[in-house]
């Protein structure tokens, strides 16, 4: 059950970034503008948040198989929705529908993890999200340029895979034994103990920083390298945005060891230096800069997720963590949407690269003052 949890998860991040090194073409095919490429994103957000605060918890009630079918059965409809969209309220329709089957999957796929590999299920469920999203823009970056009508065939894949997991989880046994409440938990729940208030507050500026990066290399990053840095390959765009994703796994697995104080430090030091060089890269026009740039960032944003939830979550007792989890990424996908979505707003005010320079910027300054607070903290 672990193998095909780990296996589920990664689909489902796969399948959430795979429309990422797409948006150049539904740019060309659609007509959309900077602004709708982040309206589309958002709703993705959305819906996700909204699947987590109220059937985030249903699996502990109803057990892990009934959660995972339905998560499945949904990614399978969005799949066939984006294979056959044609214009941007069907985009709209399939991310949201999309944000639904992550928010159902990811914390039943997590939690199926934790239930039969309670040794190593902290670290896969900390890498399968960015191990996912590499994937997924890693894979449609390569088909884009080796097989024919990339729009299509990137979907069905996916589909075809879904559907694989669907026969597979006909023989995969439960891992949780139901009981009563399943109603109960569909309230949604969010509460920051007192005793978590101090430290979450210090450490929002870079929780901010890190998940702001992430909305926006999944939703602009490959109209910069297309548009601002002019490189007509989108597999570019897709190499950049896995850069990103790649590096922030292999910093949650690497430092896996490593006390929150250190991973926060590195994660509050990397990110703006690695953003730094990135921007200088878009400047310069220059893919290697900014492909290392990414590379440092992404170190910097996997430091920090795991840092923060270390440092975060063992301040709440055992009935107060679920609620506070539950704050944690509301914080945090407020951030992964918000700042892209007034990117996009901006895009027709002050052009595309003074966004990405402004964003980046505010990035920078928001990470050094967690840096600064930490450091302040420990004397």
Same mark, same amino acid.
């Given at each position: ?19 990422t ?14 602004f ?12 996700l ?27 399978a ?14 985009? *709209? ?63 069905y894949?996916?589909?075809?895979f ?33 005793q ?67 991973? *926060? ?21 220059h ?8 590379? *440092? ?70 990470? *050094? ?11």
């Amino acid at each position: 059950m672990t193998s095909y949890s780990f296996a589920g998860a990664m689909l489902i991040g796969a399948c959430s970034s795979a429309v990422t090194p797409l948006y150049h073409l539904y740019q060309q095919s659609m007509h959309l503008t900077p602004f709708w490429i982040t309206v589309v994103f958002a709703s993705y957000v959305v819906s996700l948040l909204a699947a987590l605060l109220t059937v985030g918890g249903l699996s502990d009630y109803v057990g892990r198989r009934p959660v995972i079918l339905a998560s499945l059965l949904v990614n399978a409809a969005a799949m066939l929705i984006f294979a056959e969209a044609s214009g941007v309220g069907q985009l *709209i329709a399939a991310r949201m529908v999309q944000g639904l089957s992550v928010g159902i999957g990811t914390t039943a796929f997590g939690a199926a993890i934790l239930d039969t590999s309670r040794t190593r299920g902290a670290l896969l469920n900390s890498v399968t999200a960015f191990l996912g999203l590499t994937v997924g823009a890693l894979g449609t970056a390569a088909l884009i340029v080796f097989a024919p009508d990339p729009l299509h065939v990137v979907y069905y894949v996916l589909l075809g895979f879904t559907v694989l997991m669907l026969i597979a989880l006909w023989f995969m046994p439960e891992s949780c034994t139901p009981k009563q409440g399943a109603w109960a938990s569909l309230r949604p729940h969010v509460a920051v103990p007192s005793q978590s208030k101090a430290i979450l507050a210090r450490l929002t500026p870079a929780n901010v920083a890190a998940w702001a990066l992430g909305g926006f290399y999944l939703s602009l990053i490959p109209t910069v390298v297309a548009s601002a840095m002019h490189v007509a390959s989108p597999f570019v765009g897709g190499i950049v945005v896995s850069a990103l994703m790649l590096t922030g796994a292999i910093a949650v697995a690497a430092f896996r060891h490593w006390p929150a104080r250190r991973l *926060i430090l590195l994660g509050t030091s990397a990110l703006p230096v690695g953003v730094a060089v990135s921007m200088v890269g878009i400047y310069e026009q220059h893919v290697a800069a900014l492909l290392g740039g990414t590379m *440092i960032a992404g170190v910097g944003f996997g430091a920090t997720f795991s840092g923060i939830l270390r440092a975060v979550l063992p301040t709440a007792h055992a009935h107060e963590r679920a609620g506070l989890l539950s704050a944690f990424y509301l914080q945090s996908y407020l951030a992964f949407a918000i700042p892209a979505v007034a990117a996009g707003l901006s895009v027709p005010l002050i052009g595309l690269s003074s966004v990405a320079y402004v964003y980046g910027a505010v990035i920078i300054v928001l990470a *050094i003052m967690s840096l600064v607070a930490s450091l302040r903290a420990e004397r």
